[in-house]
């Protein structure tokens, strides 16, 4: 036992001397090196699954080769590779010597094996665990006969995909987004890298009379075969708890967590009168597909028919209620990126109250709700109540973590509240669970956020993202025009709507833009043909565009058609006083805007004050400040007295505290 302490110093003496440390060390190194970049070319190149597996056993079974040949042979500077004499025949002065190169190659090798560690190991667990709970729900397949009921297989799908949705331990992509994969020829790996997920849940389903089929599978990109599946053939009352069971299956696959909260929202059954709920799924498909595919009109129609029969079938049917809030919303108010269009029974109140008393009767017979929270928080938004709205859309998030266009909205409100670093922070958010229609839509709100907050460069950003997600040049156009102009470079302004009007001459939004251009640039007589089309396409429909009326009059009014100019002007402040007195988007806002910029021009200041005055409590972003600072003629005849220059100065002050903090929350994003 003496000798033990002394023997295990030989030893290691012996492997220096052979430099097997060294050896393994290169080795280590090196394999290190092979297995990151295996990694990297694996799923590019589609190699087998078990390419890893067989490189590790493959380098293992090396490392002893290795390990076995540095005791047996050494290579000496001098003596190319020979046999290492045992260490009872070697004299001390007999030692080779240690090439430098070895050393050299040992000390990056251990540098190596550090820095791999470091900084490919260590910063992938957090990002690795956020990409293996992220999940796409690709449309089911319908097995039967009949095309007319794919609704059904369609309605299984998106109840699966609302129930992973309430699981905040996952990361869903939304139903916008995956709806582009139905029938589609790529590869899983492709949609998975696409969309940004580890996962995809695809599946097939069958009803026939009372029994219903339906098989799901969970894939995960870059492995073979499937990660769980399972068949079930129940009856068709049991459908409810066959939507639950995947759900949570799927969860407990991709170790998602949980809560006792979200497991008894996801167990519960909406209804037990199945033909409601058969009515429930027609109404519902209808109402996506006037989502998805921007059909209104017939199809929303189509959709309120179908609901309202489910509840003639049940009354106390509390998701059609919300569905009906919903379509009811959709039915009256339409947002394009050139503004809100507002229908033209608009105005009156009971159409848009219905949305409120619908959502208020689906939250009273069930309170978890997220979708009757949000139809609620969009009507409290369009009253101008935006704290109310906040709540409720709070309250969506809080049902339903994955729900983007609660999202957006809560980000549109947080803007009106002030709070840009919010209302970025969401549109992040939001941004991560899209990839369809709605990632263009989150582009133009970034777009837009940006402008109000005083960063044209990164506006242009999402506008040029915007684009590459729509393949849309007019609209891109009309949006570029908008941002130069606001910035007041007339000149490169026209140029954008000019390329615009080369596509598309007929198109209503270029045709008004065109003549905004030419008004900004003080060319009144080529400007008013375009705005005599414009406003004869507004009379030949029931749209009420509010936003270009006074620019209008003040187009006629430089023409010296003055009478005309003042019917426009009368019938402005009279659609501002109508939004005002409702509290539309339109009223908290631009509306108090325009009434003030027709009063100064007219010369009543005091009327003009008045609103200037509440539009510095309301509103204060860039976009004001820029048109009364100078770019906004209207504003001419006061723009120089000290009243008005007071409330200017009032303005910058709140902007320029805004805008340097959400400065600060880009620079801490990396997004300047």
């Known amino acids: 036992m003496p000798d033990s302490p002394n023997k295990l110093s030989q030893f290691r003496q012996e492997l220096k001397r052979r430099k097997v440390v060294r050896v393994i060390t290169v080795y280590a190194a090196t394999a290190f090196v092979i297995l990151e970049l295996l990694s990297i070319i694996i799923e590019p190149l589609r190699l087998p699954e078990w390419t890893l597996q067989f490189a590790i056993v493959f380098l293992c079974i090396g490392f002893v080769i290795a390990v076995i040949l540095s005791w047996i042979y050494d290579i000496h500077p001098e003596g190319g590779i020979v046999k290492t004499d045992s260490a009872h025949k070697v004299k001390a002065e007999d030692t080779p010597t240690t090439s430098s190169r070895w050393k050299i190659a040992s000390y990056i090798s251990f540098i190596v094996i550090v820095v791999l560690v470091v900084i490919n190991i260590i910063p992938r667990t957090g990002k690795k665990e956020s990409l293996e709970k992220s999940i796409a729900v690709l449309p089911f397949a319908w097995l039967s006969d009949d095309p007319e009921k794919r609704y059904q297989a369609d309605g299984v799908m998106d109840a699966i995909l609302l129930h992973l949705c309430k699981i905040e331990d ?54 073979e075969g499937h990660v769980w599946g399972n068949n079930y053939d129940r009856d068709w009352k049991e459908i409810f708890s066959v939507q639950s069971e995947v759900a949570q299956a799927v969860a407990e696959a991709l170790k998602a967590v949980i809560t006792p909260e979200e497991k008894k929202l996801i167990e519960k059954v909406p209804t037990t009168n199945l033909t409601a709920f058969d009515y429930y799924q027609r109404g519902r498909e209808e109402y996506w597909r006037a989502i998805l595919y921007m059909e209104y009109g017939a199809t929303l129609d189509r959709a309120e028919y179908f609901l309202k029969k489910a509840l003639e079938q049940d009354p106390a049917f509390a998701l059609a209620y919300s569905g009906l809030a919903l379509i009811q919303f959709s039915k009256y108010y339409v947002y394009i990126p050139s503004g809100p269009l507002y229908i033209a029974d608009y105005y009156q109140s009971e159409k848009l109250d219905s949305v409120s008393i619908l959502a208020e009767k689906a939250l009273a017979i069930d309170s978890q709700i997220a979708d009757a929270y949000y139809a609620k928080g969009r009507y409290e938004y369009e009253k101008g109540n935006f704290r109310e709205a906040m709540i409720s859309m709070q309250n969506a998030l809080a049902i339903d973590p994955n729900h983007t266009a609660a999202m957006v909205v809560a980000s549109d409100i947080s803007a009106a509240l002030f709070d840009y670093v919010t209302a970025l922070e969401l549109l992040n958010k939001a941004a991560g669970m899209e990839r369809g229609s709605m990632l263009a839509m989150i582009d133009f709100y970034f777009y837009y956020t940006f402008i109000k907050i005083g960063f044209p460069e990164q506006s242009l950003l999402y506008l040029n993202e915007y684009l590459s997600h729509t393949g849309d040049s007019i609209q891109y156009y009309i949006l570029r025009y908008q941002l130069e102009s606001v910035q007041g470079n007339f000149e490169s302004a026209f140029d954008y709507i000019k390329d615009a009007y080369a596509i598309d001459s007929s198109h209503r939004d270029v045709i008004m833009n065109m003549g905004n251009g030419l008004l900004n640039l003080e060319r009144y007589e080529e400007a008013y043909p375009f705005y005599s089309i414009y406003v004869g396409e507004l009379e030949a429909s029931s749209e009420v565009r509010v936003y270009e009326m006074k620019s209008i009059g003040y187009e006629l009014w430089m023409l010296g058609k003055k009478e005309e100019a003042m019917c ?105």
Request: aromatic share 12%.
């Open 568 to 672: 426009y002007f009368q019938e402005t402040i009279e659609h501002c006083t109508r939004h005002i007195q409702i509290k539309s988007d339109y009223g908290q806002s631009r509306a108090i805007f325009d009434k003030a910029g027709i009063y100064a021009f007219l010369g009543e200041k005091d009327s003009a004050y008045y609103y200037l005055e509440d539009l510095v409590k309301v509103r204060w972003h860039k976009y004001y400040i820029s048109m009364m600072k100078s770019l906004d003629p209207m504003f001419e005849s006061i723009r120089h007295e000290e009243r008005f220059q007071e409330l200017l100065r009032k303005m910058e002050g709140k902007y320029q505290s805004e805008h340097e903090r959400v400065r600060k929350w880009m620079e801490e994003h990396d997004m300047l």
């Open 170 to 223: 996952l990361r869903v992509m939304s139903r916008t987004s995956v709806e582009q994969y139905r029938d589609t020829d790529k590869t899983i790996p492709e949609i998975c890298e696409e969309l940004g997920v580890a996962y995809i849940l695809e599946g097939s389903f069958q009803k026939d009379g009372n029994q219903a089929r339906l098989i799901v599978q969970l894939i995960q990109s870059g492995k």
